[in-house]
């Protein structure tokens, strides 16, 4: 578990868009208004809401061995983790410092939602990861658990592909 620190030099003038971080998840106790469904849609026989992330986020696991985005590099951060973090602060076209770039997961999401970004990372092999990750992250825009503008929870793999 690792805190993430949201921080702005002005209360007025900064970027958060909540409505780009949501989170699809299983309703599990779906409630009506009126006869109709209220906050969640049936798809593909499951009821499903879009919600806001709390301040707790489990939806998002390390990068395992047969996970595309995977390297060698030991704090490894997940692609899921970066998106939610760009969406949220910045808008397309904004530039992204990642100021400790190790595999440069940072970029290659930066890359994949259409900001611009800096890099710095000192050690030379991971400079190589993530230069490499860079040159194929235009074959493969797709980001692990964010499909169609919603993050999925946990464990709706089978629900994401049929999308």
Known sequence: MEDIWFATVSPKDYTFHADAVML?????????????PKGWVEQENQKLRDTCPSNFWDDITVPYWSMPENTDHPAQKPEKLCARLILASS???????????????CAVVAKKLGRSFLCVEREEAY????????ETAG???AIQGYTDGVFWERNTLALQKKR
């Open 127 to 134: 400079c190589a990861l993530a230069q490499k990750r860079l």
């Open 139 to 141: 074959d493969n825009p």
């Open 91 to 105: 808008s397309p076209g904004d530039l992204i410092l990642d100021p400790f770039a190790g595999a440069g997961t």
């Open 24 to 36: 699809r998840r299983r309703v599990l106790a779906p409630y009506r208004a009126g006869g109709q």
